[in-house]
């Protein structure tokens, strides 16, 4: 059974920084891709950033420059680096797999990934 478990939310001020974590467990994490979305309240779950089990990295246009995903698969996690937050970066934060042949897969719609994790709140005020 996969479990997908988030932590590292906060309150931060505008300007600062947090890292969010994801540990997967209940299937091989090299071969998952990977991805962050978040969803603030009364919006649309969207794509924050994406890794692809091959390594490649796709970002929202609104995080470039600020964020970085990134994987380390001999601890199963997947990281979200987030720097000079804004208080539009402020929702919940919810990491999603799919394990997929294809190394080079990833995408931006929620709905096409398998797994999800439970979410974590990130809050930066102005």
């Known amino acids: 059974q996969v479990q997908l478990v988030e932590s590292g939310g906060g309150l931060v001020q505008a300007g600062g920084s947090l890292r969010l974590s994801c540990a997967a467990s209940?299937?091989?994490?090299?071969?998952?891709?990977m991805a962050w979305f978040r969803q603030a309240p009364g919006k649309q779950r969207e794509l924050v950033a994406a890794?692809?089990?091959?390594?490649?990295?796709n970002y929202a246009d609104s995080v470039k420059g600020r964020f970085t995903i990134s994987k380390d698969n001999a601890k199963n996690t997947v990281y979200l680096q987030m720097n000079s937050l804004l208080p539009e970066d402020t929702g919940v934060y919810y990491c999603?797999?799919?394990?997929?042949?294809?190394?080079?897969?990833?995408?931006?719609?929620?709905?096409?990934?398998?797994?999800w994790g439970q979410g974590t709140q990130v809050t930066v005020s102005s």
């Open positions: 999603a797999a799919l394990w997929v042949r294809n190394r080079s897969w990833w995408s931006p719609n929620p709905d096409e990934y398998d797994y």
């Open positions: 890794i692809t089990s091959g390594g490649s990295t």
């Open positions: 209940g299937r091989t994490f090299s071969n998952a891709a």
